[in-house]
């Protein structure tokens, strides 16, 4: 069976008139009257009650809309997996540092020893960045953190954020509280401020860096306290310090982001393989 036919059959099954069926699939009259009758002829039935002026569906024409509808579907649906399957494959994520230096490499590794064909692009960067680049079309996914009022991304897990400082770091009470944070525009530093302004509590800027790396350095250097994600101390951190200066702050959720309606299958695939590593 030709599925053209079926696809011009379906075609004068909506409209009832050839003429504006042949419009619709960009075809001539004649052909269209061809693959109706050829579809006739295979299936040995008469499917439209032809006249001059009305064109109707028999009976027989009636039952086949819904087979036609599904087949043609299925066509589309297999004609789409081959296309994924055999164009080279690749996923541009954009990762928060934290996430780099935390169990999410094991995600990757994972996912590679799983799926070897598909390539996967890195980007690391701070949360808004990562969102304007999404934005951009740069990357495809964003895996990074969202304050506790706000609602973008799709929730992953949730993570306790924590106070880390050298052992040898010292604040009176009273005192004004060095943080060492990242830039403007950062989910943690908003979160620390945030936090020691509600209770009422001192703070100025000792140390910024948009590179975790540079802000655990600082913290090691004595330089003040930093608010990062909890998950830090099983991978790079000693474990936090939590002086009765420094409140708790709220934890906050990590996030899946696309640009798109809907993910695909691979990266569905990639966000459940986070999912394992991080249970929520």
Not at 11 to 20: D, I, P
Not at 156 to 172: D, F, G, K, P, V
Not at 269 to 278: C, H, N, R, V, Y
Request: proline share 5%; hydrophobic share 40%.
């Amino acid at each position: 069976m030709d599925l053209q036919h079926l696809r011009s059959f379906l075609a004068v099954a909506k409209t009832l008139h050839f003429t504006s069926a042949a419009h619709q699939r960009e075809i001539s009259q004649s052909t269209i009257s061809q693959h109706i009758t050829r579809l006739e002829e295979m299936l040995d039935v008469s499917l439209l009650s032809r006249s001059t002026k009305v064109v109707e569906l028999t009976e027989a024409g009636q039952l086949l809309i819904p087979l036609a509808e599904d087949l043609l579907r299925q066509q589309d649906q297999i004609f789409e997996l081959s296309s994924t399957l055999e164009r080279p494959q690749y996923i541009r994520i954009g990762l928060t540092e934290d996430l780099v230096l935390s169990e999410f490499p094991l995600v990757l590794r994972n996912f590679r020893k799983k799926h070897p064909e598909i390539k996967v692009n890195q980007t690391i960067g701070l949360s808004h960045q990562l969102r304007a680049e999404l934005n951009k079309g740069e990357i495809d996914l964003m895996f990074g953190m969202r304050g506790p009022n706000e609602t973008h991304g799709v929730p992953l897990w949730q993570e306790q954020l924590r106070w880390y400082a050298y052992s040898e770091t010292e604040s009176s009470k009273g005192e004004s509280i060095p943080l060492v944070v990242f830039p403007e525009g950062s989910v943690t530093r908003r979160m620390a401020i945030e936090t020691l302004n509600r209770h009422k509590i001192r703070w100025h800027i000792a140390f910024c860096s948009d590179s975790l790396g540079a802000l655990l350095g600082a913290v090691k250097a004595g330089y003040g306290y930093t608010l990062q994600p909890a998950f830090l101390k099983r991978s790079v951190l000693t474990e936090p310090v939590m002086p009765l200066l420094l409140p708790e702050a709220p934890s906050v959720n990590f996030v899946v982001l696309t640009n798109r309606s809907e993910f695909n299958i691979p990266e569905q695939m990639l966000i459940d393989g986070a999912k394992t590593i991080f249970p929520s």
